[in-house]
């Protein structure tokens, strides 16, 4: 790999140049300096025009983003060596927690908690496989006048894939209750003060993430084959999903913690980058200049946002539960990445080519249940929205560059530290980060589909 900067006046110029056993790529990129200049026209670039020309604001970030990232590192400094909360651990600090919160637990619609009555008691803890980042726990709760329910507790580990904020994604969940198919939350502990560390609790629901034959096959959800009438099924209902969550309604008020981003028609772009630009300089241990590339390409490439939209950021197989005998999808899962924001990033994450499969007519299937094309059709027929190609190839290098950094840098680092229970899947990551860097730089060179 070969750098040749240049530089020529307020620009940065970088020729990245790839070489492999069977070509040679060259990638011009161009990147402005951190100085601010004029905001970005409010008229739409040409075609194939790179947007904007002036400064990427490298510090403007959602303030809840900078906020919890600011806490992981300084918690990150205060931490040694990473142990699993455990079995007893978790039922002897719920059961203090739940009897403290009296009939919170079994009262999640209301906001009055005042009222005296019998609080649950835990009587069993079990352990629940997946996951790359959280400890996950299923646990039975039963109180005097009642029948016993499941809950699904899942605890922070110090570091892992990602950096989580579990009073941000109980908003969501909170919010999305009566609108969409997710798991009602039941309690957050948010400051780490009952088990060690932030908790989750949400109500068990059945479904599984992946036909009971293919189970254990794949890894995180990536590559789970689908067929026949469940595929086809699981795709009209994945895309329907998809339009009901970009349909809602969002606000500051509507969605607790989370922040708009309304300052300028590119801060939703900017906001996406420079989180994932601030993870990558937090976390990378291993030197890779192929970043700061690819950096200086989406900040000069930062899409208009037309509308604004709840995106779920992690939407694919793996990621929602389905009933395997009626293929009705029973929840989507795994909030951790939910921000305001423009919808074309829930379709670049999802189409990702880590995330797709092979069908039997050897055509690629966008997570494994419809083609690109047909994903793209449906999405724009049943939203009535039209789907950019510029704003989707920007968010396709946007979204392999957030998958880059989650396992190049923050998978190695949380392995490296011993900083998670999932070290050898942390480690094993790491090699798909040079993948995803592969798709970039494909991306980049051909440009819009």
């Known amino acids: 790999m070969v750098w040749t900067p240049a530089r ?27 100085v601010a200049d004029d905001p970005p026209s409010t008229t739409r670039p040409s075609a194939r025009e790179a947007r904007p020309r002036t400064s990427p604001l490298t510090d403007d970030m959602e303030p809840s983003i900078a906020a919890m990232l600011d806490r992981k590192r300084a918690t990150i400094q205060d931490w040694g060596d990473y142990h699993p909360v455990g079995v007893d651990a978790v039922r002897l600090g719920l059961n203090r927690f739940l009897a403290d919160r009296g009939s919170e637990s079994w009262d999640s619609d209301t906001t009055d908690h005042t009222s005296p009555r019998d609080h649950a008691t835990v009587r069993a ?27 699904v507790l899942r605890i922070d580990a110090v570091a892992g894939v990602m950096e989580t904020d579990r009073q941000r994604e109980f908003d969501v969940l909170t919010f999305l209750s009566s609108r969409f198919p997710v798991p009602s939350p039941r309690w957050v502990e948010p400051r780490g003060e009952v088990l060690g560390r932030p908790f989750l ?3 068990f629901v059945d479904g599984v993430t992946a036909p009971s034959q293919d189970a254990g096959e794949s890894v995180s959800g ?29 606000d500051d008020a509507a969605v607790g913690t989370l922040q708009v981003p309304d300052r300028d028609p590119y801060q939703a772009a900017r906001w996406q980058v420079n989180w994932w630009s601030r993870v990558w300089r937090d976390d990378s241990v291993i030197p890779f200049p192929l970043v700061a590339g690819i950096q200086a390409w989406l900040r000069s490439h930062l899409p208009r946002q037309r509308r604004l939209a709840l995106v779920h950021g992690d939407y694919r197989t793996g990621n929602y539960l ?74 396709e290098v946007l979204c392999a560059f957030k998958s880059l950094v989650a396992t190049l840098a923050s998978s190695v680092r949380a392995a490296r530290d011993r900083q998670s229970h999932q070290d050898v899947l942390l480690a094993w990551l790491a090699s798909c980060g040079y993948l995803f860097a592969a798709d970039i730089i494909t991306m980049i060179e051909r440009g819009p589909r």
């Not at 079990?126 to 329910?149: K, M």
């Not at 929840?331 to 092979?358: F, K, N």
């Open 201 to 203: 609790a949400t109500g």
């Open 222 to 250: 990536m590559q789970t084959t689908l067929s026949g009438e469940l595929r086809d099924d699981l795709a009209d209902q994945f895309v329907r999903n998809l339009v009901l969550l970009h349909s809602l309604p969002v």
């Open 125 to 151: 803890v079990r352990p629940l496989g997946g996951g790359a980042s959280n400890e996950q726990y299923i646990v039975e709760l039963e109180r005097p006048d009642g029948p016993r329910e499941r809950v």
């Open 322 to 395: 389905f009933d395997e005998d009626t293929h009705r999808v029973t929840a989507v899962l795994d909030w951790e990445l939910a921000h305001i924001g423009d919808p074309h990033e829930d379709l670049a994450w999802c189409v990702q080519r880590m995330y797709s499969t092979v069908g039997e007519n050897g055509e690629r299937l966008v997570t494994g249940l419809m083609t690109r094309e047909d994903l793209i059709a449906r999405y724009e027929h049943l939203s009535g929205h039209p789907v950019d190609s510029e704003t989707l190839h920007f968010y």
């Open 8 to 34: 020529c006046g307020r620009t940065v110029a970088m020729t990245v140049v790839c070489r492999n056993k069977e070509h040679m790529m060259a990638i011009q990129v161009s990147a402005t300096s951190s």
